[in-house]
């Protein structure tokens, strides 16, 4: 399975990425297997994930997938599943982090993604009737629970790009670097700026991570994936 997963792990990657827009943090640890939570596939520090929200989501990505041209099988439907099952997790564990600080997402910054969302447009302008179908076809989803699952995700995002802000790279730090990666400085001053991100990047990931996994021995999470998929 190992071997498959890496073989598709790019068309999955992208695909959840396409509906989540969060996934750079990796290696979270393991969730607390429990009892039930009704229709919940997951809670996150007392708050429930609908399960119907994740098989909305793992039928988007299979669709993606698909479109790819990967080869869908038993194998694949399960690696698609267990990442979005992480990356709901994640964007969970985000909000709740950004909510703590006290950031908001205005209700406006959430109309204005909406009425600028391809599918919700007809003839180029927003359109109510396309909207509504949209997201009931899509996600199974209320505009009210639509909008809600918006603002998490802005907010989950808001909270990402605040950790991102926080790297702070030297030029000593892009010097050593470039050299790592290089035998010499011949072209440094020309790939500088390219580099400085690249290098910004690669401490983000690590703060990220280094967060997730303390915020996930912090945080309780209890996954009834395994109890909703048995039809339980």
């Known amino acids: 399975m190992n071997a498959f997963f890496s073989r598709h792990r790019r068309v999955i990657f992208g695909a959840v990425a396409a509906v989540f827009l969060v996934g750079i943090f990796v290696g979270l640890g393991a969730y607390m297997f429990t009892g039930s939570a009704d229709s919940a596939v997951a809670e996150v520090g007392g708050k429930k ?6 098989t909305s989501q793992v039928n988007r990505v299979m669709a993606s997938v698909k479109d790819s041209g990967a080869e869908v099988n038993e194998i694949l439907s ?35 993604e909406v009425q600028n969302t391809p599918q919700f447009r007809e003839n180029g302008q927003f ?41 702070k790279v030297t030029p000593d730090e892009v010097k050593a670097y470039y050299l790592a990666k290089n035998k010499g400085l011949a072209n440094f001053e020309k790939e500088k700026a390219k580099y400085t991100d690249e290098l910004a990047r690669a401490k983000f ?28």
């Open 205 to 232: 990931s690590d703060i990220a991570n280094y967060l997730l996994r303390q915020l996930t021995t912090r945080q309780e999470v209890k996954s009834y994936l395994e109890l909703r998929e048995q039809g339980r």
């Open 49 to 54: 994930i609908p399960y119907q929200r994740f």
């Open 127 to 167: 359109s109510p009737r396309a909207y509504y179908q949209a997201i009931f076809n899509e996600f199974q989803m209320t505009p009210a629970e639509y909008e809600a699952w918006r603002k998490k995700a802005r907010l989950a995002n808001k909270f990402k790009q605040f950790v991102f802000t926080s790297v």
């Open 78 to 112: 399960k690696s698609v599943k267990q990442e979005v099952f992480r990356e709901m997790i994640i964007e969970e564990l985000l909000c709740q982090q950004g909510e703590k600080l006290g950031m908001l997402v205005p209700d406006f910054e959430v109309a204005v």
